[in-house]
């Protein structure tokens, strides 16, 4: 979006009501706080302000109708599809100031904090008042809670706990037309109408901006045990997932293929076992006084005997539980150095063995060259398939070519009823595809949603749909 007037006067009528302290124009600023995770766009704020209040926020947002600025909320910037991506003169509102818990209620078993609280702050909080917040992903260190609302973030536990919004149950949104509303304030049970609420989770910042919340909590996983099996094919680790999710109440249910465990390796961890398979299952599960480990073992057996695994591990302590963690929580951040193009689809767990073997065939097909690994959140019918840049293709030509194969994979995904995006949304990076999720009348209806809360188009614009 245009600017109205010239950059030093709109920075100075922001001075108003923000401290210039809180208002950052340098060059490092600007890169660090103008991009996330994708490294894929050039950014390009024309500033980025830190407020610490919710006034603070609105008088933002007031300002950015009176002069017509794009706005793009901010908490991590560990996103993967460019949502929260400045490079087009936007200013860039960082909540990281905003990041104080206010309230813990031990008898609605909630905690009420601001939208820049960092994930693993809340999940310590809850820890040491003997509960647990679940949503749980590799980049809990740096992710804050506003952002994990604005993309409704999965993760690691979805098969048990579900996503971020399943634990949503206040929130406090500036809209894009300047208005604070107070949603839900915390209730259970709310039958009074139209639930915002929802709107805003996954809104991926173009509806307004998340300021505060009130978290649910859980009593915590009771003392968690993890496996590791080999796996030889898709197929088995579709059979694996049917076996032990009948017999136990499984709080992760994830895979891996061997080149995607062969980054990880690389970067100083250690094989689980011996043997090397196509494919790796990690299963979780609690295990009170060791009460389902038997069952586990037993289902371990009868699934080798059925061919459907070759090896495995189960972890011992917590620490060994966590160090096999490590073998899918890790890939991520070791492949990142060759700037993989992410695919993050979804299916409905029924029709997923029959959706990776047509997917299968088609990367066989389309990518001979090129290294394509998977690994996801198979349990929830989540699949992320990332293809590396090899060293001597320009970045450009790379994503060209993945792009058009793209068009092939989702039309295949669109068959099966599927989504191009289960966690990472939309953002910049999927939006060209996002017909193959929603249909035209369902775009319309998100178009007029967005006009209702942001009538001036100054809340992150270009993200999910143009
Ligand atoms: C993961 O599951 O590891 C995250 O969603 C990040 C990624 O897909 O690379
Ligand atoms: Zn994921």
Known sequence: MPHSTDPTAL?????????????RTDPDSCLNYGRDWTRLYAPNPLAVVLPNSIAQVQALVRYANEHRLALVPSGGRTGLSGAAVACRGEIVVA???????????????????????????????????????????????????????????????VIRYGLTRDWITGLKVVTGSGDLLDLNRGLIKNASG????????????TLGIIVETTLKLTRPLCEPVVMVLGVPDLDSVMSLYHVFRNKLELSAFEFFSEPALGHV??????????????????????????????????????????????????????????????????????????LPYKNDLAVRISR???????????????????????????????LHINILKPTAMDHPAFVAKCGAVSEHLFGILQQYGGSISAEHGVG??????????????????????????????????????D
């Open 194 to 205: 139209y639930d915002l609420r929802h709107l805003f989770i996954g809104s991926e910042g």
């Open 265 to 338: 390796l690389k970067k100083g961890l250690h094989r689980p076992f011996d043997a090397a398979t196509p494919y790796y299952v990690l299963i979780e599960f609690e295990n009170p006084g060791q009460l389902h480990t038997d069952t586990a073992l037993a289902l371990f057996e009868q699934c080798a005997e059925q061919g459907w695994l070759a090896d495995g591990v189960i972890s011992q302590s917590e620490h060994q539980a966590k160090e096999l963690w490590r073998l899918r929580e890790d890939i991520s951040e070791s492949i990142s150095e060759h």
């Open 352 to 382: 997923a063995p029959a959706f990776l073997a047509e997917a299968d065939a088609l990367l066989t097909r389309e990518y001979p060259d090129f290294e394509v690994l998977w690994y996801g959140h198979i349990g929830d019918g989540n």
């Open 11 to 23: 920075l100075n009528g922001i001075y108003a009501f923000i401290d210039p302290a809180q208002v």
């Open 428 to 465: 910049l990076t999927k939006k060209p595809y996002l017909h193959y999720t929603r249909d035209a009348a369902e775009i319309s209806y998100l178009r007029a949603i967005k006009k209702a809360f942001d009538p001036n188009g100054i809340m992150n614009p270009g993200k999910i749909f």
């Open 95 to 157: 909540l990281e100031r905003m990041n104080q818990i206010l309230d813990f209620d031990p008898v609605d078993r909630s905690v009420t904090c601001q939208a820049g609280v960092v994930t693993e702050t809340v999940q310590n909080f809850a820890r040491d008042h003997g509960l647990y917040y679940p949503v749980d992903f590799a980049s809990r260190g740096s992710s804050q809670i506003g952002g994990n609302i604005a993309t409704n973030a999965g993760g690691i536990k």
